[in-house]
């Protein structure tokens, strides 16, 4: 499995140099092969592209791996478009030039010495030289990125690590029912867990309220005024803030999934599918408002490669009346609350009764077998509230080759 880290960068100048030159490149290869199939109707191939741009950027200070890295970036573009001349009704071909473009530097540019990772530019230039003093492995691949919303280039650090796999082979499930006040609700046939979204969707509220009182303020400046960029700079340092605490709680809680997954030996996770929940909403503006701030994709996600990277199962289950469906006696009930509470006597957590009858759905296959298929009592819903520094996995599977000097 790959993972990227991000590293800061001290030397921008040297950083936004080679951006632009990685540039040039780019525009120069995107200039000749649309000239060549204008003029001779014909598509110049990778390697002799690659043969040009050696000539054409011999004087550039660049790594010589680095420039092929820019001709492969385009012909891996171009590929695409080829691969969707057959489904696309009108696919055009990667035409547009770069002033700056991302720069790539692969294995025989990359050293690692006493903590420094130095990144050649070619015999005689300067190197690009970074601090990680836990670094212990060299990457496989580095690029420098421009990072838009806070306007540094930083580093990407491609590695390959191998995750703890499971060592056990079951058919135990655990479903999740998906919610916009608890982000998460699970069940593995015995305990149910509650993944508290307070702290989720405050900061999503703080956002909110924040962006709308710079707007209305920016909405009554002169655009590009200097008022009016103070303004927008504040807005992206919140949207940034916002969006690295948002997060930060997404991966506490996806990671202490998977831990727990691991210690209780399951194998397969079944999510609830909401797909296409937010097509035709007409439910006034706070209710569109919240399902369209969702981040359920970025939850699904997160499950995913983290599942797939410890050899756990990962499938969907249409999640229909999954919610209002007594897991007793059949009888369906919507309830006004967060408590469920039938007419037979049954009362439990009505996001819990979700995630019960999503792993029932899966396992039996419908809802509407009335038969007891749960193993004894049901024990109380347990509830994870996120704290900054105090969630810790029930039991280590996340390997990490950096120490806590790198950002994953």
Known sequence: MNKTYILPIEQQNLAHRLSRLSGRIYSKTVSTIFKLKKNKDMWLSKNDMEKLIKLYASEF??????????VQQYYTNLKSFFKSMDKADNPKPPYRTRKFNKVIY??????????????????????????????????????????????????????????KQIDYDNDKTLAIDLGQIHPMVTFDGKQSLIYNGGKLNSFIRFRNKELAKLQTKMS?????????????????????????????????????????CIKNKVSTIVIGDIKGIRENISFGAKTNQKLHQWVYKRLTDMIEYKAKSVGIKVDYQEESYTSQTCCQCGNRHKPTNRNYICKCGFSFHRDSIGAINILKKYTIGTLEDKTDWLEGELTSSYGIRYKSNSISCQTEWNIRPFGRDISA
């Open 220 to 260: 009554r400046c002169k655009k590009y005024s200097n008022l009016w960029n103070k303004l927008n700079r504040a807005k992206k340092k919140l949207m940034l803030k916002s969006r690295n605490k948002i997060m930060d709680v997404l991966q506490k809680y996806t990671s202490h999934l998977i831990s727990y």
């Open 61 to 70: 200070s660049m790594h010589s791996q680095s420039k092929q890295g820019v």
């Open 106 to 163: 692969k294995k025989s540019a990359i050293r690692l010495k006493n903590g420094i990772l130095k990144l050649s530019n070619g015999r005689g230039t300067t190197p690009l030289k970074i601090k990680a003093k836990s670094l212990n492995q060299k990457p496989k691949y580095v690029e420098i990125i421009y990072h838009h919303r806070e306007q540094v280039y930083k580093l990407h650090i491609v590695v390959k690590i191998e995750n």
